[in-house]
């Protein structure tokens, strides 16, 4: 039996999601590095982010699954169809980690004085994928 990296994520919620979904298709999955990213995240690039692996043969399957979740497009929770407010594109990036704020500028400036050891904040956010406009959607 051989476990393949499926796909790879910074925030450990998505990760959990995804092998829910995957497990509710009958496919088992496993979470790695899931722990030390979440406490530090400048693990992140060290460890190649959260994996979701799978078994080899369950791959091409997940692989399927995770491509139309991607290709559908992001709702709120009153299942309206989430657009940019720039272009109006619904090709987003959702729980897009941006670095474009006071508090996160300074987050990643205090944490490479302190040695890295304290969590960065980012900010959660959609980002357009033709445009690039990041924006939070109105009510969270
Ligand atoms: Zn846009």
Same mark, same amino acid.
């Given at each position: 039996?051989?476990?393949?990296?499926?796909?790879?994520?910074?925030?450990?919620?998505?990760?959990?999601?995804?092998?829910?979904?995957?497990?509710?298709? $009958?496919?088992?999955?496993?979470?790695?590095?899931?722990?030390?990213?979440?406490?530090?995240?400048?693990?992140?690039?060290?460890? $190649? $982010? @959260?994996?979701?692996?799978?078994?080899?043969?369950?791959?091409?399957?997940?692989?399927?699954?995770?491509?139309?979740?991607?290709?559908?497009?992001?709702?709120?929770?009153?299942?309206?169809?989430?657009? *940019?407010?720039? *272009?109006?594109?619904?090709?987003?990036?959702? &729980?897009?980690?941006?670095?474009?704020?006071?508090?996160? @500028?300074?987050?990643?400036?205090?944490?490479?004085?302190? $040695?890295?050891?304290?969590?960065?904040?980012?900010?959660?956010?959609?980002? *357009?994928?033709? *445009? &690039?406009?990041?924006?939070?959607?109105?009510?969270?």
């Amino acid at each position: 039996m051989q476990l393949v990296t499926v796909k790879t994520f910074e925030d450990h919620f998505q990760a959990r999601l995804l092998e829910s979904k995957l497990e509710s298709e $009958g496919i088992p999955s496993v979470v790695l590095y899931e722990n030390i990213i979440t406490l530090n995240r400048m693990y992140n690039v060290a460890m $190649g $982010g @959260i994996l979701l692996k799978v078994h080899s043969d369950d791959y091409e399957r997940s692989r399927k699954i995770i491509i139309d979740i991607d290709n559908s497009p992001w709702t709120d929770e009153d299942d309206q169809i989430l657009e *940019c407010p720039k *272009c109006q594109s619904t090709n987003l990036y959702g &729980g897009f980690l941006s670095f474009r704020s006071l508090p996160a @500028i300074l987050a990643v400036f205090i944490s490479f004085i302190a $040695g890295g050891c304290y969590p960065i904040y980012f900010k959660s956010v959609y980002r *357009c994928k033709k *445009c &690039g406009t990041e924006f939070k959607n109105v009510g969270e």
